[in-house]
């Protein structure tokens, strides 16, 4: 069904359905390695990159945070950057992480699934910043099929 599944899942069409059941039972799901600490030492890189502003990501990075005086010492208290992977080498076309998760889409939603929106958000540990309260279909536009998928891929232990 989903190569990604075949290479780490065993039982694959049994996974999928005790995914998809989960997935419509809890609201959520905890899918683990999506990609392997080799994989992920990429998106490490970039992501302390655009964080380190090694990456000139000002046109999407925002401070998710500016409810609250920023704090001495840094830029933002909570660093937004929307779009990361139009910074990335090759883009999100080229991306493992985002080829991965549409497929994951697809098996539990359907073959029509498709990839819309990225943002990475680093808050800092020991930060006492709040992140603000918000709904993420709040953004999406207002079209009649409400299918959707929010990936969230922590890069330390959480």
């Known amino acids: 069904l989903i190569h ?3 290479r780490i899942c065993t039982n694959m069409l049994e996974k999928i359905e005790d995914l ?3 997935l419509e039972k809890n609201g959520h799901l905890v899918i683990n390695n999506i990609l392997n600490k080799d994989e992920l030492k990429f998106y490490d890189k970039f992501c302390e990159d655009l964080l380190k502003n090694n990456i000139d990501a000002r046109r999407h990075r925002h401070d998710l945070g500016n409810h609250e ?3 001495d ?4 208290n909570i660093c937004q950057v929307m779009w990361p992977s139009i910074y990335m080498e090759g883009g999100r076309d080229n991306s493992l992480l ?12 359907g073959e029509d699934m498709a990839f819309d929106f990225d943002m990475i958000i680093s808050k800092e540990a020991g ?3 709040e992140t603000p309260w918000h709904q993420d279909e ?4 207002d079209l009649p099929d409400k299918r959707a998928l929010s990936f ?3 890069m330390v232990d959480a």
């Open 69 to 71: 005086k920023l704090k």
């Open 127 to 129: 930060s006492m910043t």
């Open 98 to 109: 985002h080829s991965r998760v549409v497929d994951i889409a697809k098996a539990l939603l």
């Open 152 to 154: 969230w891929f922590p």
């Open 4 to 6: 990604f599944y075949k």
């Open 138 to 141: 709040s953004y999406w536009p």
């Open 20 to 22: 998809k059941e989960n």
């Open 73 to 76: 010492g840094l830029s933002e």
